[in-house]
């Protein structure tokens, strides 16, 4: 029983940057495991990058290396991807996901039981 919540899209030009936030209830222990990813009309939801709640070492989309940073307030139970020199091709709704037990798979967006509505994020050329 996770339930998740997304905030923090919105518009920017290319070159800027943007913070979401994932604020999570229910289950926030050690064992749950935390994901981005992205999606666009036409096109598969696409991993973005995931960290276990414990503080396991992140996992990053190689499009975005470099560029995003996943983080967590463990006492906020919130989760936080900064994204800067963003892109657009960065654009598209992105969600918060929560798995319970394991790190497998962790940009395999099927494993994931719990999603948040989506924050829209938009990059202007």
């Known amino acids: 029983q996770v339930q998740l919540a997304e905030s923090g899209g919105g518009l920017v030009q290319a070159g800027g940057s943007l913070r979401l936030s994932c604020a999570a209830s229910?289950?926030?222990?050690?064992?749950?495991?935390l994901g981005w990813f992205r999606q666009v009309p036409g096109k598969e939801r696409e991993f973005v990058s995931a960290?276990?709640?414990?503080?396991?070492?992140?996992y990053y989309a190689d499009s975005v290396k470099g560029r995003f940073t996943i983080l967590r307030d463990y006492g906020a139970n919130t989760v936080y991807l900064q994204m800067n020199s963003l892109k657009p091709e960065d654009t598209g709704v992105y969600y918060c996901?929560?798995?319970?037990?394991?790190?497998?798979?962790?940009?395999?967006?099927?494993?994931?039981?719990?999603w948040g509505q989506g924050t829209q994020v938009t990059v202007s050329s």
């Open positions: 996901a929560a798995k319970v037990g394991t790190d497998r798979a962790p940009g395999t967006a099927q494993w994931y039981p719990y």
């Open positions: 229910g289950r926030t222990d050690s064992d749950i495991f």
């Open positions: 960290m276990g709640w414990s503080g396991a070492s992140p």
